[in-house]
């Protein structure tokens, strides 16, 4: 690819991830694009304001349903990953379909959502070592987010935290708002945001009948 191509991808990038409220120190990282270019070309002042997040931590101190989103955006950074798309790419396409699912006011900014991407990778755009990593819940099937060699992650799947505690949590039901499943045949099955299934005699109690996401059901 020659450099003139790189660099109108390069621009490309950063258009779409400053629709995404990008901080601008963000974008210049990952496209490697002068600052003063890109002010040109979009304007002065452009970006979420603020520094990007150096550590990981905000992570392990979230609350359920941060971390349910922050699952949601990296089982589909995964899944691209697997599929052959590059890191960018994948990040890109993902924070995409995340909005998709969860709507214009996500708990996961496009700065933290960069932050995961760093953490499950590693040694990119000037973060060390890989600190998370994608497990596949035993009781439920779903991807979600765990720290590197977390031995307890049996216990840890946010998806069946959130079907445990929706039924008597305001909050989670009014950030992930209820619909009736269509097939009432099944009594004690949800659908996650993922499209998978949870099981009756998982321990999960869900007596409402209701899916914890406004979705379709189609995984993203
Ligand atoms: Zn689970």
Not at 24 to 31: M, P, R
Request: hydrophobic share 40%; with cysteine; proline share 5%.
């Amino acid at each position: 690819m020659s450099g003139i191509e790189d660099h109108l991808r390069a621009l490309k990038n950063a258009e779409r991830m400053l629709e995404f409220d990008a901080r601008l120190c963000t974008v210049l990282a990952i496209t490697g694009l002068p600052r003063r270019q890109v002010e040109e070309l979009f304007g002065r002042g452009i970006g979420r304001p603020g520094r990007s997040p150096s550590s990981i931590d905000w992570f392990h101190t979230a609350k359920l349903a941060e971390r349910v989103e922050a699952s949601l955006f990296a089982a589909q950074y995964w899944r691209n990953r697997n599929n052959g798309f590059q890191t960018l790419e994948s990040m890109i396409d993902a924070y995409q379909r995340y909005l998709k699912c969860i709507g214009n006011d996500p708990l996961i900014s496009f700065d933290r959502a960069v932050n995961l991407v760093c953490n499950i990778e590693g040694w990119i755009w000037g973060v060390g070592p890989r600190s998370l990593d994608i497990a596949v819940c035993r009781r439920c099937n779903a991807q979600h987010l765990i720290a590197v060699g977390d031995s307890t992650q049996a216990e840890n799947c946010v998806f069946c935290k959130l079907v445990a505690r929706y039924a008597t949590d305001r909050r989670l039901q009014t950030r992930f708002p209820p619909r009736f499943l269509p097939d009432m045949r099944c009594p004690t099955a949800a659908t996650t945001g993922q499209g998978t299934q949870v099981e009756a005699g998982a321990g999960v109690e869900n007596p409402q009948k209701l899916a914890p996401f406004h979705v379709d059901r189609q995984p993203f």
